[in-house]
């Protein structure tokens, strides 16, 4: 293990980088050259932290690493670090939590003239649904902190909307209208005086085939058409040089919706990894440039600006599927590399190496277990899955259901 690494949870946001790998579930992920991926025993530790807080890990990352990388940074994270000795790659820990935390940009965003649904904020509790109330409904109630959907809801009458504050009792929380429209991701990296934003993708949004969450989070597609696109990109670039003045550095994630009248509402900010990273690492790989994570470390490096360029390109989509059982399950299917059937479901051919599928191939990643509502399977596939309306095209529904019936057979 030499250079720059990715500590985490599993090796999936450093696929196709370069990057070697620490982590507590390989996935079934292989190490080419041997050693680039290195699963720190038996897959207990949950997070970066767990494994950062080990003495052994310390060692071998203190021998040989020049940088470290996490998917989210904390105080303690940058505190290992500092232990360590080793420089970690990630915007500080106070910053990030103070930006992605939903109440404060819901009160941020307007003087950053980002568009935003009408909303308020508060600790949940009688007088905040009051003024939720008088929101135009139906409402998305969210916890100040969330990750994928999860703390995520929607409000359909007055009565949800009371019962759904009264289940949040005390926790500070947003509430807004919701908006009817196409979700969109941006996602792009900030320098110090420069920005590179990615083209958008449409968002997997609440798919029942994919996420138990109404309002989840389940993959991307950069294969299907954005609408305003222009707009879309202009909000983006005002959402990254609102994280720009804030203090943030590095790869960041814009979710918007484009509403049916084209408006583009700028819904959350996440200043930190996200989960089309292996996309953008996999296209930048097929096109011989550096990767997204390259990319964000090199923001870390020396003085000045580095060489980011102003439109970052991506050809891969991902399907996310979560856990939708009420139990831990640890599939038995392997991960690989393969290729859709003739009948639309998943053939395996090879393993997945941590360079990731190329050009025509299908690539699976399998969790070694996964908590109920938690990612289970991933598939990382080139072109569109999502009609015009939202729904899965064929041929990806088609996919999903087998491996579903894969995944619960084993």
Known sequence: MMGPVYVGTDPVPALGSQLAVLCADACGIVGDPPGR???????????????????????????????????????????????????????????????????????????????????????????????????????????????????????????????LLATYAGRSCRVSSWIRGDPVTVTGVVGDGAVALGVPCRQLTGLAECTPYPLGSCGNDFGAPIRGEAAVLSVAARAAA????????????????????????????????????????????????????ARHLGVFVGAGDPALPSRLECHWSQLILHNLGTQTVRPGLASGTGRLSAAGGWERAAPLAIDGPRPGEVGLIVRGRARPGHELARVVLEGPCLDPAGALLPHAAQLVRDLRDQLGAS
């Not at 807080?53 to 690493?65: C, I």
């Not at 470290?68 to 500080?92: D, F, H, T, Y």
């Not at 939903?102 to 909303?119: C, D, E, M, Q, S």
Request: charged residues 20%; positive net charge; glycine residues 6%.
């Open 37 to 163: 991926v290195d699963q720190a025993g038996p897959p207990l530790a949950i997070s970066a932290l767990a494994l950062l807080e080990r003495e052994d890990v310390r060692r071998r990352l203190a021998a040989s690493a020049s940088q470290l990388v996490v998917w989210k940074p904390s105080m303690r994270i940058a505190e290992c670090a500092r232990q360590v000795g080793v420089p970690l790659a990630n915007a500080g820990a106070a910053i990030a939590r103070r930006l992605e935390n939903k109440v404060h940009f819901t009160r941020t965003a307007p003087g950053a003239w980002l568009p935003i649904p009408p909303a308020v904020t508060g600790v949940a509790a009688p007088a905040l649904t009051e003024q939720a109330l008088r929101l135009r409904g139906p409402w998305v109630v969210q916890l100040a902190s969330g990750y994928s959907g999860r703390h995520t809801r929607r409000a359909d009458t007055e009565q949800d909307l009371t019962a």
């Open 242 to 293: 609102w994280l720009q003045r804030e203090g943030h550095r590095g790869i960041f994630g814009a979710d918007l919706v484009v509403a049916a009248d084209d408006t583009v509402f700028c819904i959350e900010v996440n200043p930190r990894l996200v989960a089309s990273v292996p996309l953008w690492n996999l296209s930048a790989r097929d096109r011989g440039e550096p990767s997204l994570l």
